[in-house]
Nanobody, 118 residues
Framework: EVQLVESGGGLVQPGGSLRLSCAAS????????MSWVRQAPGKGLEWVSA??????????SYADSVKGRFTISRDNAKNTVYLQMNSLKPEDTAVYYC?????????WGQGTQVTVSS
């Protein structure tokens, strides 16, 4: 059974940091590109960041809204992808989803809530 389980969300003050984790199982994690996508209250899905499946130095990309503040990384030995979020802003408040993509295959986690508020 394919599973993507996000964790690490919560309530944080503006300017604070959180580290999201996404543990994968049921598929060959190292073959899959991984992404984080978020959905703010009352809004559509927004792509946040992605990391490719490369083993020796993965390529990463970021939405302009998070560039310089968020860092995506992966540990293929632990089947886990991370999103380090620094300098958080109220507009980062959203449900954050982990996704996996390989050719025509795509999997999504259940999401973790991040709330940035004082």
């Amino acid at each position: 059974e394919v599973q993507l389980v996000e964790s690490g969300g919560g309530l944080v003050q503006p300017g604070g940091s959180l580290r999201l984790s996404c543990a994968a199982s049921g598929f060959t994690f190292s073959r899959y590109a991984m992404s984080w996508v978020r959905q703010a209250p009352g809004k559509g899905l927004e792509w946040v960041s992605a990391i490719n499946s490369g083993g020796g130095g993965s390529s990463t990309s970021y939405a302009d809204s998070v560039k310089g503040r968020f860092t995506i990384s992966r540990d293929n030995a632990k089947n886990t992808v991370y999103l380090q979020m620094n300098s958080l802003k109220p507009e980062d408040t959203a449900v954050y989803y982990c996704t996996a993509q390989y050719i025509l295959y795509s999997y999504w986690g259940q999401g973790t809530q991040v709330t940035v508020s004082s």
